[in-house]
């Protein structure tokens, strides 16, 4: 069975917790992404970041993005998966979380990001179907 390993993007780039907000939108802007996850100065994960926080939580509420910190934007504990979990698990998590993109992690090391793209191209279209289905309602 295909497990997350397999199907991640590996080597994820992190947004320190203490980075502003403009500092992450560019980096996402250089890596042509719509999230980064969040990481603390002890590099473990804090959270995820996307382009849409940043327009609701920080341009849509007024605040100032050279101000305000990623780190502050993260909520609670990041749904994660592990490296070694197969895909019905990915699929689980994706759909009960509703969520578009799983950091990786192996132990408490992030290795990768799985985004919903691709879990498309990675699995057979019934089970992409039954994600897409689950993320659209």
Excluded: F, W, Y
Aim: some cysteine; proline content about 4%; charged content about 25%.
């Amino acid at each position: 069975m295909t497990t997350a390993r397999e199907i991640m993007t590996p080597d994820a780039t992190c947004v320190g917790a203490q980075e502003t907000v403009v500092e992450a939108a560019k980096k996402m802007a250089s890596l042509g992404v719509g999230a980064l996850p969040i990481c603390g100065d002890d590099n473990k994960l804090k959270g995820m970041l996307t382009d849409r926080d940043i327009v609701v939580k920080v341009l849509g509420a007024g605040k100032d993005p050279a101000e305000t910190k990623a780190g502050d934007l993260a909520q609670g504990e990041a749904v994660t998966i592990g490296a070694d979990d197969e895909a019905e698990e990915i699929l689980r998590t994706m759909t009960e979380h509703k969520v578009r993109r799983l950091p990786v992690i192996d132990g408490h090391t992030l290795v990768g990001i799985v985004a919903q793209a691709d879990v498309a191209r990675s699995l057979p279209d019934p089970q992409v179907g039954e994600l897409l289905e689950a993320m659209s309602s």
